[in-house]
């Protein structure tokens, strides 16, 4: 076990599969949603905040200021299909259906039966209000991303609970 993982009081859980992080930053499995951060394609100063919420599918794609997607009209746009591609990658295809709920009646999931799956129950819009809670952790993930390396507590981190008891 290397020392950052003795050192850490949460297991660190390796990638599935590397990804590039170009396209799809930032992604994860929280609050009963799979939800991250995806590059515009036309606009390298843009960036859309997408989410697709588990049993129901309900999916939410809007710039980081809030405008909605012009392609989530009536189904998944295609930064909520490189938000599953990603996911596929970042934490295996079981697992992200698991977390979704997702049945997929063929067999071994993946990123494309994932998608049609979930497109083909006509999922409704969602309310794009997690947004800006999403743009907040993946924001904070790139500061903790400039940090040095360091097995020292950081201060903001302290409200975790203590693995030791005092003496």
């Known amino acids: 076990m290397s020392d950052f993982e003795r050192s850490s009081t949460a297991w660190v859980i390796p990638p599935a599969r590397p990804r590039k992080l170009a396209k799809v930053p930032f992604v994860e499995l929280a609050d009963g949603r799979l939800q991250g951060v995806v590059s515009s394609g036309s606009d390298i100063e843009r960036v859309y905040v997408s989410s697709v919420a588990a049993g129901t599918y309900a999916y939410a794609c809007s710039t980081n200021n809030n405008r909605p997607c012009g392609g989530a009209r009536g189904g998944f746009c295609k930064h909520i299909g490189a938000l599953i591609t990603e996911a596929v990658l970042q934490y295996g295809a079981e697992r992200v259906a698991r977390y ?45 991303l400039e940090l040095p390396p360091t097995t020292a507590p950081l201060p903001e981190m302290q409200w975790f609970a203590s693995t030791r008891a005092v003496a």
């Open 100 to 144: 979704l709920r997702v049945d997929v009646a063929d067999g071994e999931p993946t990123a494309p039966s994932l998608n049609l799956t979930m497109g083909q129950t006509r999922p409704s819009p969602a309310d794009s209000k997690a947004a800006a809670s999403v743009f907040s952790r993946f924001l904070r993930h790139l500061a903790y």
